[in-house]
């Protein structure tokens, strides 16, 4: 009896831990800002936990006399952490120093990482107790299986049902609560006093209580404003609403934004993971960039766009009249429906949502595997991502898809894209991250590739401009006759808010591709240099900084 109620217990905490791992890790991916350093982090601060828990409580079972009521008190600090662990990483994302945010989100980590370390020496110890020394082996290997199989259940629990359902910071409590079932099940064979079973109790309640408030909901939420640097410019937020999904972390963010000629002025934003998407003030600045590729094509009939979620872009696409098929993938179905519900007017045109128009077909699923099985051909292809530095849309900045883009132009085609580069996030500049992009690209499109960045326009220009870099490839021989740039432009339908003739050629004479941008790497499935934009940080300075 005894030894299969701590199989139990072990299956429940492993479940626990596990669910608490992939939550951090998630978490860190706002902080940090990518997987190679949210993973990095995340396996340092639990293999160090593992480490000095097996250590400290492997020496410290041996003093106690009652090892299983250690074992319950162990549970009970997890469960007890698990009320901070996820707001507390959030407040280390609003740190300015990156450094300083990796070496504190260890810390965070390691704390249930060493108690989750010390149990399985504590209950091998609490084994050796009742069992038979000579199958010692055995029940260990039961033991660390026991724990094993919580875990794996929690590996798939946290993906397909805890975080689509509950958000991170309810995901994290649930786990707490599982803490606290692992204690109660090794209650009876702690023979500890009714006082310790009644602080249990009244934990395992308060947590559960705070799971199923609203308060919890609450806490997740304005938590999840910390790491956002936008929030400096708000007033007083009337919007906050964050939506659960297995891909990433949206969050809608509605505010009033503070004194300065805006006071009066509200903007709604679309966030991802932390990054700002899209927002409802000013969306001409980000959507009217792919008109500079529309423009300069003779005649743009068929379109693909990846990732685009929020419909800005799609929007632009669609008041072209010229344009008659676009294929719209996205991964993320979630995006599409958030934009839909609290930001409609960022994805209509003309009162109708983009997805509602016959031109446009639109796909849930990967872009880069649509691209590669479609056998269709198209005039402009355009991506929009999260920021380059970003695992996931690294494949999307490497030789291998530009060059599978580059196939799937049709004679005249064109390819476009633009490349955010959170700097708060990372430790190089933006025009790090955009050369090695430049460099790549033009390893598919050479001398028929284009760079668009505001820092290269004319500084006396009193013009609004798209703050990202931009960058076009393309095939054949880009159609620039000023009466028939005109002419498209007449034909856009609503006209566009910023985009007209004056400026769509000011672009285009400050889009060559710098010299500069040859002595960075290119990016590759199997080496993504984007990833690691602080390797190369030293080529800015290096042989004379551009203007």
Known sequence: MSFTALLCALITTGFAFMVYEIV??????????????????????????????????????????????????????????AFFSVPLLRFLGSCDSWGLRYVLSIIVILLPSALVGGEIPVAVQFLGSFVDQKKIGFYTGLVYGADTLGALLGALAVPFIL?????????????????????????????????????????????????ASPLSRRIDHESALLPYPQKKLYKAIFLNKLIGSPYQRIHVVGAHL???????????????????QSGTL????????????????????????????????????????????????????????????????????????????????????????????????????????????HETASVFYSKEFFQLAHDKLAAHGIFMTHAYSNDRHFFA?????????????????????????????????KIELFPAPAFMGHKGTLSLAKEDVAFRLKQLSPAPALMNEELFFLWMAHSQPPDYADRFPVST???????????????????????
């Open 24 to 81: 951090f890790l998630r978490e860190l991916l706002v902080t940090l800002g990518g997987t190679v350093y949210a993973s990095s982090a995340t396996l340092a601060a639990v293999m160090l936990g593992l480490f000095v828990g097996s250590q400290v409580f492997g020496w410290l079972c041996t003093k106690v006399k009652n090892t299983v009521l250690l074992l319950v008190f162990m549970e009970a600090g997890l469960l007890i952490l």
């Open 429 to 461: 500049g933006e025009l790090t991250s955009s050369m090695i992009v430049l460099k790549t690209l033009k390893e598919i499109f050479d001398d028929k590739t284009l760079f668009f960045w505001k820092n290269r326009m004319p500084m006396n220009q």
């Open 163 to 211: 975080l689509p359902f509950l958000g991170a910071y309810k995901t994290s409590l649930a786990a707490g609560i599982a803490n606290g079932l692992t204690a109660l099940i090794l209650i009876p064979l702690a023979r500890t006093p009714k006082k310790n079973i009644v602080f249990l109790v009244c934990l395992l309640l308060a947590e559960s209580f705070l799971t």
């Open 282 to 389: 000013k969306t001409y600045l980000y959507k009217e960039l792919i008109l500079l590729a529309l423009l300069s094509h003779e005649s743009p009939e068929n379109v693909l766009l990846i990732g685009c979620g929020d419909g800005d872009l799609l929007s632009s696409v669609l008041t072209d009249p010229r344009v008659k098929h676009v294929d719209h993938v996205e991964i993320d179905a979630h995006v599409i429906e958030s934009v839909k519900q609290y930001m409609p007017d960022v994805c209509s045109v003309n009162g109708q949502l983009v997805w509602e128009d016959p031109r446009v077909h639109l796909t849930i699923g990967d872009g880069r595997h649509f691209l590669k099985n479609t056998g269709k051909k198209y005039d402009l292809i355009y991506t929009d991502l999260p920021h380059v530095n």
């Open 525 to 547: 499935d199997d080496k993504p240099c984007i990833l690691y934009p602080y390797a190369w940080k030293y080529l800015e300075t290096s042989e004379g900084m551009p203007d």
């Open 258 to 276: 503070k004194p300065g000629g805006l006071n009066k002025i509200s903007d709604t934003n679309l966030v991802l993971d932390g990054s700002y």
